[in-house]
């Protein structure tokens, strides 16, 4: 089914990435906070933990991603609860990924995380 044009409009969801430079000193403050080793490569997923957010597939492929590959990583979820914490984090036990992902607290400096992820 083709949608007419005129119902469709993009809605631009665009960052500055110059407000993202890397800083190692706040870098080590950040790893050394959540005892994340500087060898480990960080995926940040900033998104409120809400069924349509697809939480759930992006376990799944952690899950892919942990069988194939040797890399250390992490997957830090920012964001806040909309009733879907619970069942993520049961969903983490029964992947046994326990060791790579992590929910954090919402925050307003979501900055300070993707700019010490890679």
């Given at each position: 089914?083709?949608?007419?044009?005129?119902?469709?409009?993009?809605i631009?969801?665009?960052?500055?990435?110059?407000?993202?430079?890397?800083?190692?000193?706040?870098?080590?403050?950040?790893?050394?906070?959540?005892?994340?080793?500087?060898?480990t490569?960080?995926?940040?997923?900033?998104a409120?933990?809400?069924?349509?957010?697809?939480?759930?597939?992006?376990?799944?492929?952690?899950?892919?991603?942990?069988?194939?590959?040797?890399?250390?990583?992490?997957?830090?979820n920012?964001?806040?609860d909309?009733?879907?914490?619970?069942?993520?984090?049961?969903?983490?036990?029964?992947?046994?990924?326990t060791e790579?992902?992590?929910?954090?607290?919402?925050?307003?400096?979501?900055?300070?995380?993707?700019?010490?992820?890679?």
């Amino acid at each position: 089914m083709l949608i007419p044009e005129e119902k469709v409009c993009c809605i631009y969801n665009g960052i500055d990435p110059g407000r993202f430079q890397k800083n190692n000193k706040v870098r080590q403050e950040v790893r050394q906070e959540l005892h994340i080793s500087d060898q480990t490569v960080v995926i940040v997923c900033v998104a409120n933990l809400s069924p349509h957010k697809g939480h759930q597939d992006l376990l799944q492929a952690i899950k892919v991603m942990t069988q194939k590959t040797e890399v250390p990583f992490q997957l830090w979820n920012i964001g806040r609860d909309d009733g879907m914490l619970k069942e993520l984090s049961k969903s983490v036990k029964e992947l046994e990924l326990t060791e790579k992902v992590k929910f954090l607290d919402p925050c307003d400096d979501v900055q300070r995380f993707l700019s010490r992820s890679e």
